[in-house]
């Protein structure tokens, strides 16, 4: 089965309101996490990345943490935009993993609510 | 700098027909890979290939072919086109340690 997998198909939030996507791993042996953003008809476009040696790291809008002893993986988008609407999808790879160590979750759909 | 360049946008093929997805890159990267996605569910590996004259399975292999005569192109094969493989196929490439850099994907129906 996936090893990766998110808590909720679809989210839903007021635009300006911040964002909470989780995500849960189930290979200990990851080292490197990722999120992806999908709009619709367009391909998966990166958004944020996180090592295990980390536990948070942050971009514009965008914080990834991730609390390994739990295998839990969140991003938070802060003051949600209509641009935001889209798929979200998390990605692990196992540790020593090639270019084949790849996992992706199914999904979250973020919904916009004017 | 267009990145990944996927051809066709779309097609629809009879079952038996056969085809090649197209998917060329214009940034040098050595890895490139082949995705298919099913609706509401994450993406499944095909094929993918670390340089120039080498490929190796993924996750979902069976019914597809792959080679990689150049750096650029990764062209993915269905010979025998079945409903089954009814799907968006994405191509990606990646650096070493760079995270993919998806093409915006190929949408096919079998009926």
């Known amino acids: 089965g996936e090893s990766v997998g998110l808590h909720l198909p679809t989210l839903s939030v007021q635009e300006g309101d911040n964002s909470i996507i989780n995500c849960a791993y189930s290979?200990?042996?990851?080292?490197?996490f990722i999120w992806y953003k999908q709009e619709s008809g367009k391909g998966p476009q990166f958004i944020i990345d996180?090592?295990?040696?980390?536990d948070k790291r942050q971009g514009q809008r965008v914080t990834v943490l991730l609390n390994k002893t739990v295998k839990h993986l969140s991003l938070q988008i802060a003051a949600t935009q209509p641009g935001d609407s889209a798929v979200y999808f998390c990605?692990?790879?196992?540790?020593?993993?090639?270019?084949?160590?790849?996992?992706f979750g199914k999904g979250t759909h973020l919904i916009i609510q004017p | 700098n267009a990145g990944v360049t996927q051809t066709p946008k779309f097609r629809i093929l009879k079952i038996g027909q056969s085809m090649t997805l197209q998917c060329t890159q214009d940034?040098?990267?050595?890895?490139m890979y082949w995705y298919r996605q099913d609706p509401g569910m994450g993406l499944k590996l095909i094929y993918y290939?670390?340089?120039?004259?080498?490929?190796d399975k993924g996750e979902v292999p069976n019914g597809y072919n792959v080679s990689r005569s150049t750096t650029e192109d990764f062209p993915l094969r269905l010979e025998l086109a079945a409903p089954s493989q009814t799907s968006v196929y994405f191509c990606?490439?990646?650096?070493?340690?760079?995270?993919?850099?998806f093409g915006n994907g190929t949408r096919l129906t079998v009926t």
């Open positions: 290939s670390v340089g120039a004259g080498i490929t």
């Open positions: 996180i090592r295990s040696n980390m």
């Open positions: 290979n200990s042996a990851s080292d490197y």
């Open positions: 990606a490439i990646s650096g070493e340690i760079s995270p993919l850099h």
């Open positions: 940034m040098n990267h050595n890895y």
């Open positions: 990605a692990e790879n196992r540790s020593g993993g090639g270019a084949d160590g790849l996992t």
